[in-house]
Nanobody, 123 residues
Framework: QVHLVESGGGAVQPGGALTLSCTASGSIFKMHMMGWYRQAPGKQREVVAQLTYINGYANYADSVQGRFTISRTNARHSVSLQMNDLRPDDTAVYYC????????????????WGQGTQVTVSS
């Protein structure tokens, strides 16, 4: 399995900013995708942003387009999520997610999740 650890969550006022970080460790031959999901109370888990490693393409939910930026860091198998102009409806537990090939002989990808980090936006 791939172990994902998130950090950077916290409480901010509307209009504030936070940066989340996620680092993957374990058996990783090739990382295919890393991204962020979130789940607010009473709502379904939703995709926030995804980064495809083969080409570096980033995809965003409409609700965060223009405000959030996902990017690779200098560390191996790590991504950050820069969140600007935060709104109360951004309040949720944010989960790091990965799809990875763990060895050159495997076909199936390993799908793994972090334990989540709380982001609270309120005045």
């Amino acid at each position: 399995q791939v172990h994902l650890v998130e950090s950077g969550g916290g409480a901010v006022q509307p209009g504030g900013a936070l940066t989340l970080s996620c680092t993957a460790s374990g058996s990783i031959f090739k990382m295919h995708m890393m991204g962020w999901y979130r789940q607010a109370p009473g709502k379904q888990r939703e995709v926030v942003a995804q980064l495809t490693y083969i080409n570096g393409y980033a995809n965003y939910a409409d609700s965060v387009q223009g405000r959030f930026t996902i990017s690779r860091t200098n560390a191996r198998h790590s991504v950050s999520l820069q969140m600007n102009d935060l709104r109360p409806d951004d309040t949720a537990v944010y989960y790091c997610h990965s799809l990875a090939q763990q060895s050159q002989h495997e076909i199936k990808l390993s799908e793994d999740w972090g334990q989540g980090t709380q982001v609270t936006v309120s005045s």
